[in-house]
T-cell receptor, first 115, second 110 residues
Framework: GAVVSQHPSRVICKSGTSVKIECRSLDFQATTMFWYRQFPKKSLMLMATSNEGSKATYEQGVEKDKFLINHASLTLSTLTVTSAHPEDSSFYIC???????????FGSGTQLSVL | EDQVTQSPEALRLQEGESSSLNCSYTVSGLRGLFWYRQDPGKGPEFLFTLYSAGEEKEKERLKATLTKKESFLHITAPKPEDSATYLCAVHPSRDYKLSFGAGTTVTVRA
């Protein structure tokens, strides 16, 4: 089946630093990838839609200058959390699928802890 | 606004004790309803897609059903390895975005 690879799986950083998370589709081309954020015992919340070769589309309330998304190729999207603060600590998950919306495959997630 | 509500929030079962999880939804035009399994610290793993009321799908001990207002995930004779959080999501016909429920965390004791 389709595989989406995400790394790092866990990162701890100091407040004020930036963290980059990578999401790769391993066996299909993904013109669109999605970035989610998940708090404990809460729903996955869509943050933004990453479009290859164009600007990402952010959901309402998500700061685009805080969460920089780059979709440089058909197999790679990155999420950079800039000037991270403790409130940015969360579980971040990417997803992509060979058929948009029909069957999304998720990365393994990144647990970000900001001290 | 699309809404997805899952119940119960948590479910503790004895091995072999069958049960059902509920996913109630409101959406303006349903393109599909998805069930995922999520293990702690991992991303969701796809289980089923249901497209229309009356549809049923099965995979090993899991069976998903769909009505116009809700979906059920039945777990038959569960085993400890079925312990996980089960997520429900709806895909509206108007766009590509999924709306997720908060999940049901199932714990199966041996």
């Amino acid at each position: 089946g389709a595989v989406v690879s995400q790394h790092p799986s866990r990162v701890i950083c100091k407040s004020g630093t930036s963290v980059k998370i990578e999401c790769r589709s391993l066996d299909f081309q993904a013109t669109t990838m999605f970035w989610y954020r998940q708090f404990p015992k809460k729903s996955l919340m869509l943050m933004a839609t990453s479009n290859e070769g164009s600007k990402a589309t952010y959901e309402q309330g998500v700061e685009k200058d805080k969460f920089l998304i780059n979709h440089a190729s058909l197999t790679l999207s990155t999420l950079t959390v800039t000037s991270a603060h403790p409130e940015d600590s969360s579980f971040y998950i990417c997803s992509a699928g060979p058929m948009l919306g029909e069957k999304l495959f998720f990365g393994s997630g990144t647990q970000l802890s900001v001290l | 606004e699309d809404q997805v509500t899952q119940s119960p929030e948590a479910l503790r079962l004895q091995e072999g004790e069958s049960s059902s999880l509920n996913c109630s939804y409101t959406v303006s035009g349903l393109r599909g309803l998805f069930w995922y399994r999520q293990d702690p610290g991992k991303g969701p793993e796809f289980l089923f897609t249901l497209y229309s009321a009356g549809e049923e799908k099965e995979k090993e001990r899991l069976k998903a059903t769909l009505t116009k207002k809700e979906s059920f995930l039945h777990i038959t004779a569960p085993k400890p390895e079925d312990s996980a959080t089960y997520l429900c999501a709806v895909h509206p016909s108007r766009d590509y975005k999924l709306s997720f429920g908060a999940g049901t965390t199932v714990t199966v004791r041996a």
